[in-house]
């Protein structure tokens, strides 16, 4: 699908602040603090999507389960009391990573099942490598399997847009959302790129009908950064988090003054622990000669090489346990994508693990304070947030941990949407919906 500007693109930017462009967004000039969308053409809102209500779906990267309660974060904890939430958090895909679990959460698709088993990795059969900081490959549809919720919308004729979020910026299954921003991580995180969201949010609402996106993503670096440098207990961390509520409380605030049916959703991709200990490397347990290697994962290029590795790793060391990759245990659903190297390593708690120290003159840094990536099952500190309110949810719901996987059903069918199979289930939220799910709880009703 080619990028073009619509017809309508210069009225749009003048009434909506939004520049529209072909290929690339631009920074904004005069001091407009609107974010840059890109426009992909798109038909109009079909007539069943513009009877449907809106969902717009928050991430605060790294926001932990427990932050909300332990920092008092008023606005959040004012949404779960609204609508639902998890008090005790919910389960991210293994392993806990940010591009893994942002593509989990909009495709119901464990990362082997979606292809993103890591933030890097490397591919076999395309002999190169993903990497988050690589925005040609981040762009690339062709690493990403599954159908984004955006995408999901855009092919059931409902229009929608992503203000950030891994994986927008690709077409995956045919489409790409018809609006969404470019990620610039030298940028999005100040004040004025922060609040741009919710101005371009509402600007997006208030288009006419047959215009304006019913399914919108919002996307926050914080406190993900914060809980890195200073670990997840540290002062700078609890600001960010208290930061990221206000912002949460000025975005339900502007949604509220649009007057439309908006279920607001809240979530995070995962935890944060602070690392025990320094570096691990692999190298030095085993001979890695032969290994192609991104981070602690392991790509031999024959099954001798596999198999001399495995027997060195495999009782090495308590910090890590071995696995081949076939026999992973199934509970964390990452043994069938050969993107995920083999052996496979699996920390044992909050290690920082490696392939090999750095090369040459290359600075060796310890590990940051922070880390995640972990088993959530074994570091509990890995859970994720939840919270959301809106005219399709329960007041005053709560529920118990679960997989991140089951939101893609459930926010499907509050937007109305034909959800393809996926290792999601409805069951598991429809006790939260207004409706209880309906008809859509039998999944052969879905495509």
């Known amino acids: 699908m080619l990028l073009r500007a619509s017809k309508r693109a210069v009225t749009l930017c003048l009434a909506l602040a939004l520049p529209l462009v072909a290929q690339q967004a631009q920074p904004i000039a005069g001091g407009n603090p609107a974010l840059p969308l890109v426009h992909v053409e798109s038909e109009p809102n079909s007539a069943a999507a513009q009877k449907a209500h809106y969902v717009v779906l928050v991430s605060l990267d790294g926001f932990r389960w ?5 920092d008092g974060a008023v606005n959040l904890l004012a949404l779960g009391k609204k609508g639902t939430w998890a008090p005790e958090g919910m389960m991210p895909s293994y392993p806990s990573l940010t591009f893994p679990n942002h593509f989990t959460i909009v495709t119901g698709l464990y990362p082997e099942h979606h292809g993103l088993v890591a933030n890097s990795f490397y591919d076999e059969t395309k002999h190169a490598r993903y990497s988050i900081g690589d925005a040609k490959v981040v762009q690339d549809g062709s690493w990403y399997s599954g159908t984004p919720l955006w995408s999901l919308a855009e092919s059931q004729g409902m229009r929608a847009a992503c203000l950030f979020w891994p994986g927008s910026e690709a077409e995956i299954a ?14 999005q995180a100040t004040d004025d790129v922060e609040k741009a969201r919710i101005d371009d949010a509402v600007a997006l609402l208030k288009m006419p009908a047959a215009e304006r996106p019913h399914f919108i993503t919002i996307y926050y670096s914080e406190p993900d950064h914060e809980g890195h440098e200073f670990g997840p207990d540290a002062r700078e961390t609890k600001t960010a988090a208290l930061k ?12 509220n003054s649009t007057k439309l049916p908006i279920d ?12 025990e200990g320094g570096w691990i490397n692999l190298d030095e347990f085993a001979d890695l000669r032969g290994f192609d290697s991104v981070g602690p994962s392991l790509y031999g290029k024959t099954e001798e090489d596999r198999v001399r590795a495995y027997n060195k790793l495999k009782q090495a060391s308590s910090q890590f346990v071995a696995y081949r990759r076939k026999d992973v245990p199934a509970g964390l659903d990452y043994n069938q994508n050969p993107r995920e190297g083999d052996p496979v390593i699996v920390a044992t708690g909050p290690y920082a693990i490696r392939a090999h120290k750095p090369q040459g003159d290359r600075p ?20 994720a947030s ?11 719901k ?5 997989e991140n996987v089951n939101l893609y059903p459930w926010i499907a069918h509050m937007l109305g949407l034909r959800a393809p199979k996926s290792d999601g289930s409805l069951n598991i939220l429809a006790g939260t919906l207004r409706d209880n799910g309906k008809e859509a709880t039998d999944e052969s009703k879905q495509e």
């Open 66 to 70: 427990d932050y909300a309660k332990r």
């Open 174 to 187: 045919g489409h790409r959302p018809t609006w969404y921003a470019v990620f610039d991580n030298k940028t």
């Open 244 to 255: 990221m509520d206000a912002m949460i409380g000025k975005l339900r605030k502007a949604l």
């Open 264 to 275: 607001l959703i809240v979530v995070s991709d995962h935890g944060m622990a602070k690392v």
């Open 364 to 383: 060796d840094n310890p590990p940051e304070t922070g880390m995640h990536g972990f088993d959530p099952h074994k570091v509990p500190e890995m859970k």
């Open 386 to 396: 939840f919270f959301a309110a809106g005219p399709d949810i329960v007041a005053g």
């Open 398 to 402: 709560t529920v118990s941990p679960f």
